[in-house]
């Protein structure tokens, strides 16, 4: 199993550019969701999905959109980035709520 | 508001000796906990959980301590290498199942 694996790696955005950052498990999780990390601090939920077609907002949910329409993808969408967003963006995915989470390597982005 | 730059709080430790990291939680209606351990550079990777019917659990070298009294929660790594070093957070699920990290302590190992 690949686990969760995120794309890109590393990405420069210009102010009011949008763009996806793709999430994907190959663990038949249902529960998944999106997590901002900036330095020195924890993470902090986005938004989730406790599974294919539902979506909820986490701690800072302003200025990205999410979509689940396969169990296996979770892509986060950035609609028009702001140089608040630099940050690095971590994927998660868990058997259900309350259980274990499996992060993904990071994709850490840039808006200048 | 954020603070731009804040230092996480640091924990210097030589090898060897034992390691005990401290975290405070704010929801006493939280009933699961996980420590992440993450490496510069890397995403976090599950460590130990504990559930709040629970008062100590312990995996391989680690031992995690919950005190509901005190809402503190406590991670015990016995023989602490080198490879060891790394950031380590503790996480509470709250009321609405949504996961919520702390801040995080910074574990530097001596060797």
């Known amino acids: 199993n690949a686990g969760v694996t995120q794309t890109p790696k590393f990405q420069v955005l210009k102010t009011g550019q949008s763009m996806t950052l793709q999430c994907a498990q190959d663990?038949?999780?249902?529960?998944m969701s999106w997590y901002r990390q900036d330095p020195g601090m924890g993470l902090r939920l986005i938004h989730y999905?406790?599974?294919?077609?539902?979506?909820d907002q986490g701690e800072v949910p302003n200025g990205y959109n999410v979509s689940r329409s396969t169990t296996e993808d979770f892509p986060l969408r950035l609609l028009s980035a702001a140089p608040s967003q630099t940050s690095v963006y971590f994927c998660?995915?868990?058997?259900?709520?309350?259980?274990?989470?499996?992060f993904g390597p990071g994709t850490r982005l840039t808006v200048t | 508001g954020e603070s731009v730059g804040l230092h996480l709080p640091t924990l210097s430790v030589q090898e060897g000796d034992n390691s005990i990291i401290n975290c405070a939680y704010s929801?006493?209606?939280?009933?699961?906990f996980i420590w992440y351990k993450q490496e510069s550079g890397k995403g976090p990777q599950f460590i130990i959980d504990?559930?709040?019917?629970?008062d100590k659990r312990q995996g391989q070298r680690v031992t995690v301590l919950l005190n509901k009294t005190v809402k503190h929660l406590s991670l015990q790594i016995a023989a602490t290498q080198p490879g060891d070093s790394a950031v380590y957070f503790c996480?509470?699920?709250?009321?609405?199942?949504?996961?919520?990290f702390g801040q995080g302590t910074e574990l530097s190992v001596k060797p």
């Open positions: 998660a995915s868990s058997y259900s709520n309350k259980y274990e989470q499996y």
């Open positions: 663990m038949n999780h249902e529960y």
């Open positions: 999905s406790v599974g294919a077609g539902i979506t």
């Open positions: 929801n006493s209606a939280s009933d699961y």
């Open positions: 504990i559930r709040s019917n629970m």
């Open positions: 996480a509470e699920y709250n009321q609405g199942g949504k996961l919520i």
